[in-house]
Nanobody, 115 residues
Framework: QVQLVESGGGLVQAGGSLRLSCAAS????????MGWYRQAPGKQRELVAT???????NVANSVKGRFTISRDNAKNTVYLQMNSLKPEDTAVYYC?????????WGKGTPVTVSS
C-alpha cells in the first residue's frame, strides 16, 4: 500500500505560478513511476506529467514549457511546478504512483486559475 498526499493547490490569477507537492508514505525510489493527472469539471481525468524512478520525465503537450515535474527521493516527494497558469488549467490535480501492476492515487488538490 502506498499513500499519497497532495498539497499546494489554491486560487491564482492567470499568469501566476503554483508548486504542487505529493508526499508518499514509502520510499519513492522503489516506485516505477509517479505522476500528476488532472480532472476539470465535466471532463475526464488526463495525464499532466510523469517521472520514472530513474528521473525520466514526460509532460503533456498542453502544459509543455510551462509545467515541470521533479522528484526528491530523500523526501519521498514529487513536485509539479506550474508557471504561466491559464484558466484552462483549472482542475483537481491528482498524484499517482505505479508500483508493479498497482496504481495508487491521492485525494487530489484543487487548482483554480482566475482570468
Amino acid at each position: 500500500q502506498v499513500q499519497l498526499v497532495e498539497s499546494g493547490g489554491g486560487l491564482v490569477q492567470a499568469g501566476g505560478s503554483l508548486r504542487l507537492s505529493c508526499a508518499a508514505s514509502t520510499s519513492i525510489s522503489s516506485i516505477n513511476a509517479m505522476g500528476w493527472y488532472r480532472q476539470a469539471p465535466g471532463k475526464q481525468r488526463e495525464l499532466v506529467a510523469t517521472i520514472t524512478n530513474v528521473g525520466m520525465a514526460n509532460v503533456a503537450n498542453s502544459v509543455k514549457g510551462r509545467f515541470t515535474i521533479s522528484r526528491d527521493n530523500a523526501k519521498n516527494t514529487v513536485y509539479l511546478q506550474m508557471n504561466s497558469l491559464k484558466p484552462e488549467d483549472t482542475a483537481v490535480y491528482y498524484c499517482n504512483a505505479q508500483v508493479r501492476v498497482f496504481n495508487y492515487w491521492g485525494k487530489g488538490t484543487p487548482v483554480t486559475v482566475s482570468s
